[in-house]
């Protein structure tokens, strides 16, 4: 069974798809099999590795994309995965072994529109399709709104951890206690869905600090997130073993750049070496890989 991660933060502007790209490819690039769904409606997370020129022919299609495995005998999850999702100039595979499920814009229609033929929940559906392919993966990672409505629910109530991008601020750590207590409402909600063969439900298991700005000190800001880490221990409300992750990521332009080629920064050429951001992302996702896959 994959490890099933969802990334999520109730402040938006953490830099969550950033990490959560680049983090699913040093997975690939580290031989293993990923599964990136993409869960916002921002759609930021397949037009950075499809770029424009494939994503917009699917932001305009019926089928293909998230939101179409909602609607009866349009599609089903597994139809809807875009295989070795990073390609060169000329198509070929650049990055094997890094699959997405992609999303368009439609998929806000979710949290407004969307009513099951059945009554069941928009997280039971995409439960029930995702267990289809879960087992041709090692990883699957979730790419979540700031915020747990339909579309996010669907990741959470899939995963077996939950991760938690944050700057150095104030309204990270408010974000932060947000999501727990929003977590622990749709936890009670979703528990009499759960099915046979599926993990606990998830419980926050770290906490990243990511995009930070050079000269930044983040001594304090870990210091408070800490110690609302170890109030929400003692309550219960997150993992035993939940914890401030100790690599870090910094901003570099070179994201940016990223972003524009269609591509995670591990595959960027020419980085200048003080945007050595390559090498946090690659000392994040060891710490991930280093995590015992099931909270203590």
């Avoid at 073993?241 to 940016?256: E, K, L, S």
Wanted: glycine fraction near 6%; charged fraction near 20%; aromatic fraction near 8%.
């Amino acid at each position: 069974m994959p490890r099933k991660i969802s990334f999520i933060n109730y402040k938006g502007g953490v830099g969550k798809t950033s990490l959560v790209v680049n983090i699913a490819a040093s997975l690939a690039q580290a031989g293993k099999r990923v599964l990136l769904v993409d869960l916002d409606a921002q759609s930021n997370s397949s037009i950075w590795l499809m770029r424009l020129d494939r994503w917009n022919p699917l932001n305009t299609a019926d089928a293909g994309h998230l939101y179409s495995i909602f609607e009866p005998a349009v599609c089903r999850l597994r139809d809807c995965i875009v295989k070795n999702v990073v390609r060169g100039k000329e198509g070929e595979a650049l990055l094997p072994g890094l699959d997405i499920v992609p999303t368009t814009f439609t998929l806000v229609d979710l949290e407004h529109d969307y009513e099951a033929p059945d009554g069941r929940p928009a997280f039971a559906i995409f439960q029930e399709q995702l267990a289809e392919v879960e087992d041709d993966y090692d990883f699957i990672l979730f790419d979540c709104p700031p915020n747990v409505l339909y579309s996010a629910q669907c990741g959470v109530f899939c995963s077996s951890e939950i991760y938690v991008p944050a700057n150095p601020d104030a309204l990270s750590l408010i974000g932060f206690t947000l999501l727990v207590g929003k977590l622990q409402q749709f936890h009670h909600l979703c528990a009499s869905f759960r099915v046979a063969g599926m993990q606990p439900q998830a419980q926050v298991r770290g906490v990243i600090f990511n995009s930070i700005k050079n000269n930044v000190d983040i001594d304090v800001p870990k210091m408070r997130m800490q110690f609302r880490i170890n109030q929400f221990k003692n309550q219960g409300r997150v993992a035993k073993d939940c914890r401030i992750f100790d690599a870090n990521v910094r901003d570099a332009i070179v994201v940016r750049r990223a972003v524009t080629l269609g591509l995670p920064v591990g595959l960027v050429g020419n980085v200048k070496k003080e945007e050595s951001v390559r090498d946090d992302y690659t000392v994040v996702t060891q710490e991930l890989l280093d995590t015992a896959e099931t909270s203590i």
